[in-house]
């Protein structure tokens, strides 16, 4: 209902819509089906395919069916992985694959990412962009590094999950 709302809200202001459906959690919304007055889909994406939906995901397969262009994706429904402390392989073989991954730097190296527009992270050369300007991950292309400042606790994570070194 909530979706169905925003979008008629959407369509009166003549402005595209689009939902992150994941705040929290990690779940595989392309694989749970949905019923909408009666009506049976395949998956929230089918429901409402005018609507563009996005998410981050830590879940390497998700990642690497949405980088690799999976036929059963469904095409309004875009999917950046996020950098944990322990994944940098799995950073590597989605960002070699063309996926876009999120990732937290320290203050320096997110200042000097972005200016630069490059970094390379494993040995695989990506495009930066500056992932605090907006949350809305669709507009950012294919196959990027979307560069978060570390805040808070972060600026003095130690564990791997923030990136450290140079740009």
């Avoid at 749970?32 to 998956?43: L, P, R, S």
């Avoid at 876009?100 to 992270?121: H, I, M, P, Q, R």
Wanted: proline content about 2%.
């Amino acid at each position: 209902l909530e979706i169905a709302a925003l979008e008629r809200k959407a369509a009166r202001a003549d402005m595209a819509c689009g939902v992150r459906l994941n705040a929290t959690s990690d779940i595989a919304w392309e694989r749970v089906a949905v019923e909408i007055d009666g009506e049976k889909f395949q998956n929230v994406m089918a429901a409402f395919p005018e609507i563009t939906f996005y998410d981050y995901t830590k879940v390497t397969k998700r990642a690497l069916a949405f980088a690799n262009g999976d036929s059963r994706w469904p095409e309004n429904y875009h999917l950046t992985f996020s950098k944990a402390e322990d994944n940098d392989a799995d950073v590597i073989r989605v960002l070699a694959a063309g996926g876009n991954v999120a990732a937290v730097f320290e203050s320096d190296l997110y200042k000097a990412a972005t200016a630069l527009g490059l970094y390379t992270f494993g040995g695989v050369v990506s495009n930066v962009i500056d992932g605090d300007e907006t949350d809305f991950r669709p507009m950012d292309g294919i196959g990027v590094l979307v560069a978060l400042k570390a805040k808070g606790d972060a600026k003095k994570d130690t564990s791997g999950f923030v990136v450290r070194g140079v740009a």
